[in-house]
C-alpha cells in the first residue's frame, strides 16, 4: 500500500516539474549524388544564440540512401545538411520522417565562399497528411509572405489596422484552427509583427499581452523572433524606465546579477522572473558588444546565470552566450579538428599542443592566397621548430590540392584538405580567404584573422614567442 502511494506521489511531482520525456525521431530518405557524404540532423540549441548542435550524422550509401535516428524531448525546427546545402523542417518527438532530396551534383560546385553561395537542399517530405505542421505552416508562411508584399505600402507606410483582420481571416479559411499548440502559437506570434507594423496594439500592450501574460516559448522560433525583435536594445536603449539605469555601476557592484534584476524589476513587462533573467541575458550580450570596459563583468554575471539559475532554459541560454562571446577569442580554446595531410594521414589540432601553429585557409583558385603562401617558404625558414604551420585547403577536390602543391617544390610545411568536414570552416568561421589564425602553445587562440607573411605575421609571431619564454 505504502510502495503504490509512493509510486503516485512521485509521478505526481514528475508532472509537475513539466519533465519531458526524451522519443525518438527518424528521418530517413534518398538523396541522390551524394554518395559516400555525410549527412547531418541539426538543431539549434536554443532560439536566442542560434548555436548549431548535431543530433546525428550519417555516410550517404552507394544507392543514395540514408537514415538517421535522433532523440528529442520538445517539437523543433531541425534542418538536413550536406555539406553547406541544408534544408529545414519541423520534427516532433516519437515520428518517423521520409524525406527525398532532389538530385544534385555535389562534387560539381566550386564555392569559394560556401558561406554565401550555398545552394539550398531541395527536399519533399513523402506522405505527410493535411494537418501535419510541415504542411500547415509552409501554408502559412506563404500566405503571410504573399500578403506583405501585396500590402507593402498600407501596412509599413499607412499602418492600416483593418489589414490585420484581413489577414487573420484568410489564414482561417486557408488553414482553419490548427490541433497543434506549437502551430497555434507559431501563427499568433508570426502574426504579433503585423500587430506592430499596424499600431494595433502600444509597445507596452503588445509586450503586457505577448509576454508578460504568457510562458516564455523558448522551442519556438516564432516566439523567439518577436522576443529578439521587441526587446532588441531594450534595456539601453528602448525602455524608457531601464535605459535610465548605469549597468557599469550595476555592473560593478558587489552582487552585479542581484542588482541587474532587481533594477529590471520596476519594468511591469517584466514581472514574470524567467522572463525578466531572460530580457537580462539578451541586455547582457548587447552591452558585451558596446562597452569593451564591461566585458569581463558581463561573462561573470552569465557564468552566475549558467550556474544558478532556476530555469533551465536560461542557464542553457547563458553558456550559449558565452560560447558565442568567447569564440575565437584570444586566450580561449582554438576549434579542434581531424583533417588529412597531403599523405591522407588524420592531423589532429590537439596533437599540435605544446607548439606554437599558424593556421592559414585558402584555395587553389584564390589569387591573393597563392601570392601569400608564396611568401610563406621564407617565413617557416625563418622560426624552423619554433613554428609549426599549417595550410588548410577549403579545395572541394582533395586530388585538385595534392596536385597543386606536389608543383610547388618549396611548399615543404603542412597541407591539410576540409573535405567533408565542413563544420571546420564554420567553427573557425572562414568567410575570407586568406584567413591566418595564430594558436599558443597552450592551444589557445592568440590572433585571429590576423596579417599574412610580409605584412605583420612574423611580427606577431616574434612577439607570441617571446612571451613564451
Known amino acids: 500500500m505504502h510502495t503504490m502511494k509512493l509510486k503516485y506521489l512521485i509521478l505526481f511531482l514528475w508532472l509537475l516539474t513539466g519533465i519531458t520525456v526524451a522519443q525518438n525521431v527518424t528521418v530517413k530518405g534518398t538523396a541522390p549524388g551524394a554518395a559516400g557524404k555525410i549527412i547531418k540532423l541539426s ?3 536554443d532560439f536566442l544564440t542560434n548555436r548549431e548542435v548535431i543530433l546525428a550524422e550519417h555516410t550517404v550509401d552507394p544507392n543514395g540512401n540514408f537514415i538517421l535516428n535522433a532523440s528529442i524531448d520538445r517539437t523543433t525546427l531541425v534542418s538536413l545538411s550536406i ?30 565562399n560556401p558561406f554565401i553561395q550555398s545552394q539550398n537542399l531541395q527536399i519533399r517530405l513523402l506522405n505527410l497528411y493535411k494537418d501535419d ?26 499602418h492600416r489596422k483593418d489589414l490585420l483582420d484581413t489577414l487573420r481571416n484568410h489564414v ?84 552585479p546579477y542581484a542588482a541587474l534584476m532587481k533594477s529590471l524589476s520596476a519594468d511591469t513587462i517584466l514581472k514574470p522572473e524567467n522572463l525578466r533573467e531572460l530580457v537580462l541575458l539578451k541586455g547582457l550580450w548587447e552591452i558585451f558588444n558596446s562597452s569593451k570596459e564591461d566585458r569581463d ?16 532554459n536560461n542557464r542553457l541560454i547563458a553558456g550559449n552566450i558565452i560560447k558565442t562571446l568567447t569564440s575565437l577569442q584570444p586566450g ?13 594521414k588524420r592531423v589532429a589540432l590537439d596533437s599540435l599542443k605544446g607548439t606554437i601553429v599558424v593556421l592559414n585557409f585558402w584555395t587553389t583558385n584564390c589569387e591573393t592566397c597563392l601570392a601569400d603562401m608564396d611568401k610563406l617558404p621564407e617565413a617557416t625558414r625563418q622560426f624552423g621548430e619554433k613554428v609549426r604551420f599549417i595550410s ?9 590540392m595534392s596536385y597543386f602543391i606536389s608543383q610547388k617544390k618549396d611548399w615543404n610545411w603542412t597541407f591539410l584538405h576540409v573535405g567533408d568536414q565542413v563544420d571546420v570552416l564554420k567553427a573557425y568561421d572562414v568567410r575570407i580567404l ?11 587562440i592568440y590572433s585571429y584573422n590576423t596579417e599574412g607573411p610580409g605584412q605583420g605575421l612574423e611580427n606577431i609571431l616574434e612577439q607570441l614567442i617571446q612571451q613564451s619564454k
Open 133 to 158: 505542421m510541415n504542411s500547415l505552416i509552409p501554408e502559412f508562411d506563404g500566405i503571410y509572405n504573399n500578403f506583405l508584399v501585396d500590402n507593402f505600402n498600407a501596412l509599413y507606410r499607412d
Open 83 to 112: 555539406d553547406f546545402h541544408n534544408a529545414g523542417f519541423f520534427a516532433e518527438p516519437g515520428k518517423t520522417y521520409e524525406i527525398a532530396i532532389q538530385p544534385y551534383k555535389y562534387d560539381d560546385v566550386k564555392e569559394l
Open 332 to 344: 580561449y580554446p582554438a576549434p579542434g579538428f581531424h583533417l588529412r595531410d597531403r599523405n591522407k
Open 172 to 255: 482561417r479559411e486557408k488553414i482553419g484552427s490548427p490541433a497543434s499548440p506549437f502551430v497555434k502559437n507559431y501563427i499568433e506570434y508570426k502574426l504579433a509583427n503585423v500587430v506592430q507594423l499596424t499600431n494595433t496594439m502600444n509597445q507596452a500592450q503588445a509586450g503586457m499581452y505577448y509576454f508578460t501574460s504568457k510562458p516564455v516559448l523558448y522551442d519556438n522560433v516564432e516566439y523567439m523572433d518577436f522576443f529578439t525583435s521587441y526587446f532588441s536594445k531594450y534595456i539601453t536603449a528602448t525602455s524608457r524606465l531601464l535605459k535610465k539605469n548605469d549597468y557599469h555601476v550595476l555592473l560593478s557592484g558587489k552582487d
Open 392 to 400: 588548410i585547403s577549403t579545395d572541394y577536390s582533395f586530388l585538385n
Open 43 to 45: 538543431s539549434s540549441s
Open 434 to 444: 586568406p584567413l591566418y589564425v595564430v594558436i599558443d602553445r597552450e592551444g589557445n
Open 297 to 312: 563583468k558581463v561573462l561573470l554575471v552569465l557564468s552566475l546565470i549558467e550556474h544558478k539559475s532556476g530555469d533551465p
